[in-house]
């Protein structure tokens, strides 16, 4: 009988440790099917850090596809990125992240990046700017709906929007209304979101 026990202790100690950490732990919800996180999709931000954006699930988004060589419309994206942060509260701005995906890996390394963020003043604890590999390029603007191509001298014709993601990454609002702005009806669409 002893014997039995000394093997017995171990395995039923196990046992109790796998159920109690089964029980402890929250089974992680599905994804909607609607979802953008549906796509795996790997972005290096600003800072060199490479995360899988099915990460950001959990926090609502404001997303749009940008490169930062653009002279025209890109600059006008991150300013309707911040005319949306500044129709917020603190403790709404809090709850939204701001991400900016490169349509342009090649060139839009993290230091190409980071000038950006820097020049225009973006705060770290809310926006992103990261590039996906080339590869993926095409499939996450499928994904948002953005329409671009590569021109001749390495410029982009691209669809220019803000999309609203909500905290499972589906798409719940979009404006095309781009610059200093503010689209009242995506404002109003992120106020619902946050609360």
């Keep these: 009988m002893k014997r039995l026990s000394i093997y017995l202790v171990p395995v039923l100690a ?23 996180y549906q796509l795996a999709l790997p972005l290096t931000d600003q800072h060199g850090r490479t995360a899988d954006w099915r990460q950001r699930r959990g926090k609502a988004q404001v997303v749009a596809m940008f490169y930062t060589s653009c002279q025209y419309i890109c600059p006008l994206i991150v300013d309707s990125g911040k005319a949306v942060e500044h129709a917020l509260t603190p403790a709404e701005q809090a709850k939204l992240g701001i991400l900016l995906i490169s349509m342009d890996p090649k060139r839009d390394t993290p230091a190409a990046l980071m000038t950006v963020a820097k020049k225009r003043s973006l705060d770290a604890a809310r926006w992103s700017l990261a590039s996906p590999r080339a590869d993926d390029v095409r499939s996450v603007a499928g994904v948002l709906g953005v329409r671009y191509r590569q021109l001749a001298d390495g410029e982009f014709n691209h669809t220019s929007a803000l999309l609203l993601l909500d905290r499972d990454g589906r798409i719940v609002a979009r404006t095309e209304k781009i610059g200093s702005v503010v689209d009242p009806e995506f404002i109003a669409a992120v106020h619902r979101v946050l609360k």
């Design 14 to 36: 196990g046992v109790l440790l796998v159920v109690g950490n089964a029980i402890a732990a929250p089974a992680a919800t599905p994804l909607p099917k609607d979802s953008v």
